[in-house]
């Protein structure tokens, strides 16, 4: 047999990535946050819909339980054995489907899950306000994405049982952006200081149309909670019209100074952080930026800068910066099972059988 005509990758075992982009940066945010999981319980039971839910300090803890469960996996204590997920996926979905479902199977729980709706009751006409109600009998927790911005809501009112928005529409995916902010505070854990001086605040650059994009708007909404950390947000478009009515003066209210720069290459040597994401929603089909929009091994980007994309990717984000320093959309990715397994060890009363120092009180409910 000619060994010469094997592939190299088939020849050994799978090689570790452990120790490159940002897989092992989890250490330093640990040392950077104090825990406070009094902010962990005052999620404990809630619905997830919009990143407006969401204050500074709990997503500051969040991240910092999702750094110790990324950090060592393989001492979880399963706290969500004997739980049940009902992952309800009425629009099509890899990453946030399996990264729901990764991090319930991590926790101990079990999972049931609904990848088309034509196989359901709605397809005959059932409303989601009865969905929900048969959702409260099946699972202990709800993940829900739909391409109509209205479907979470129209189930909340029959909802006992936790709801998490994973996508609706083109209003919001508030767990993507956790995921973005973890990402952030793993590569730069002093991001989360509320007191860090202006030469040491971050340019943030997000490629994208905040009104017809979920993701960003969900991010800019988070973002706007980290503002004394930010030194200006610019927001990259070759269009217009980017802000729904007061979706701008909102964020600026917040403390976010934003720009609006209509050709990347104009400010892309400034950015410390470039979010980029191409498609946008217009009703129930999507159009891809373009423009001068497309990052390269090439482009001139700032030295230490890290780019980070919800993914999946088209022809904006070229492969040839897979490895190179700026390559941290693979450890976004990663790191978003991590923070969906704090935040649902919170929504089902479980935090103390993860925290360092937990309560007298059970919390199981």
């Not at 088939?10 to 940066?25: A, Y």
């Amino acid at each position: 047999m000619n060994k010469e005509k094997i592939h190299p990758l088939l020849q050994g075992p799978v090689q570790s990535r452990d120790g490159i982009r940002g897989i092992e940066r989890p250490r330093g945010l640990l040392d950077a946050l104090q825990e406070d999981n009094e902010h962990l319980r005052s999620l404990a039971g809630m619905h997830i819909v919009s990143a407006r839910q969401f204050d500074r300090n709990q997503i500051l803890q969040l991240s910092r339980l999702a750094a110790s469960y990324e950090t060592q996996p393989d001492l979880i204590h399963p706290p969500l054995r004997g739980k049940i997920l009902v992952s309800a996926f009425y629009e099509p979905s890899t990453r946030t489907r399996l990264s729901f479902e990764s991090a319930w199977h991590r926790l101990g729980g079990d999972i049931m899950s609904i990848t088309d709706p034509a196989t359901t009751g709605i397809a005959k006409g059932e409303s989601l306000a009865d969905v929900g109600e048969m959702f409260n009998n099946y699972g202990d927790v709800v993940v829900l994405r739909d391409n109509s911005e209205d479907s979470v809501y129209s189930m909340l009112d029959s909802l006992r049982i936790p709801i998490i928005n994973a996508g609706n529409g083109i209003d919001e995916h508030p767990t993507q952006a956790l995921a973005d902010i973890y990402a952030i505070l793993k590569w730069y854990p002093s991001f989360g200081r509320e007191d860090l001086p202006e030469d040491k605040k971050v340019i943030i650059g997000v490629i994208g149309t905040p009104n017809r994009m979920r993701t960003v708007r969900s991010l800019l909404l988070l973002l706007s909670l980290f503002s004394n950390s930010i030194k200006k947000v610019y927001i990259v478009n070759p269009s217009t019209d980017l802000f729904d009515a007061e979706q701008q003066e909102e964020l600026e209210g917040a403390g976010l100074k934003i720009e609006v720069i209509h050709k990347l290459r104009d400010v892309l040597p400034e950015i410390d952080v470039v979010y980029i994401n191409s498609i946008a929603w217009v009703g129930d089909s999507y159009e891809t930026l373009t423009g001068d929009i497309k990052l390269t091994s090439e482009s001139n980007l700032k030295p230490n800068s890290i780019i980070l994309h919800p993914l999946a990717r088209g022809e904006e984000l070229d492969p040839s910066l897979d490895k190179t320093e700026h390559n941290w959309y693979f450890s976004q990715a990663r790191g978003a099972v991590f923070i969906r397994m704090a935040l649902l060890t919170c929504l089902v009363h479980r935090i103390n059988l993860v925290v360092d120092s937990p309560v007298d009180q059970p919390e199981e409910q």
